[in-house]
């Protein structure tokens, strides 16, 4: 039997090959036979999880909370030191330069990415914005809302700190970050769905101990991670209660 790893839309492209050649390194570790199917957006993800066609997740923190409270998928492991904070951006020379100076009717730019979304409109509260106040300006990537932003077109956007950080100075010199969120708490983590239950330990031990194996380390760094660190239910639980808290 084959099973399914996907993973979450909100990877930067680049790492695509890394995310290929992890799954084939995996597939020896564990002596599994696993297939990558990459989603292009949230909105195919979603029905991939609906149809229940995953065995195996990246996931972001808001569709973590739906894997394990509506699909009984189990978390495996999490990045080590890996976090999803937000930054919302302006145009420099607008006389938007801080969260106050914003106000009803706002445009925004943004993408798909729901828990990078959430904490952004979060992070328009001081200004008494609510969902209801905004113009939406839906993107396919984060360079697209920066773009919009420096032309003009939307007042601010929101995008995942990490993407914003490496950005061109060409970019960051016709911007400004009005505010990013220090929460630390909120990251992806691979789970497993209940068709893998009989490989999980094995599947855990072999992600934990990756950074120990030479190829292990290799590939970690075509991810841009560390290492993986074992992720229990308590944690998860945590951190599915923290996303309705910000949600809600």
């Known amino acids: 039997m084959s099973f399914n790893l996907t993973i979450s839309p909100d990877f930067k492209p680049e790492l695509i090959s890394g995310w290929y050649i992890f799954n084939t390194w995996l597939q020896k570790q564990i002596n599994v036979p696993i297939h990558i199917n990459m989603v292009n957006d949230f909105q195919e993800l979603s029905q991939a999880i609906d149809s229940d066609s995953i065995d195996l997740i990246y996931a972001n923190p808001c569709d973590i909370a739906r894997l394990i409270r509506e699909k009984s998928f189990s978390p495996v492991v999490k990045p080590l030191g890996s976090h999803d904070e937000t930054v919302i951006i302006s145009k420099i020379g607008s006389p938007i330069t801080k969260i106050e100076d914003l106000s009803s009717g706002l445009k925004v730019a943004l993408t798909d990415v729901p828990d990078v979304n959430t904490m952004g409109m979060i992070m328009l509260e001081p200004a008494d914005i609510s969902p209801d ?97 074992v992720m229990d239910h308590d944690e998860a639980e945590f951190l599915i209660d923290l996303i309705d808290t910000l949600s809600t």
């Open 133 to 229: 106040d905004i113009v939406s300006l839906p993107c396919s990537n984060y360079i697209t809302v920066a773009k919009k932003v420096i032309n003009g077109e939307a007042d601010v956007g929101f995008l995942l700190a990490d993407a914003y950080g490496e950005f061109s100075k060409l970019v960051k010199n016709q911007t400004h970050a009005l505010i990013t969120s220090q929460i630390h708490v909120l990251h992806h983590a691979l789970l497993a769905g209940p068709k893998f239950s009989e490989h999980f330990e094995s599947l855990q031990q072999t992600l934990s101990n990756m950074h120990n194996e030479p190829s292990g380390v290799s590939i970690l760094k075509n991810l841009e991670l560390d290492k993986w660190q």
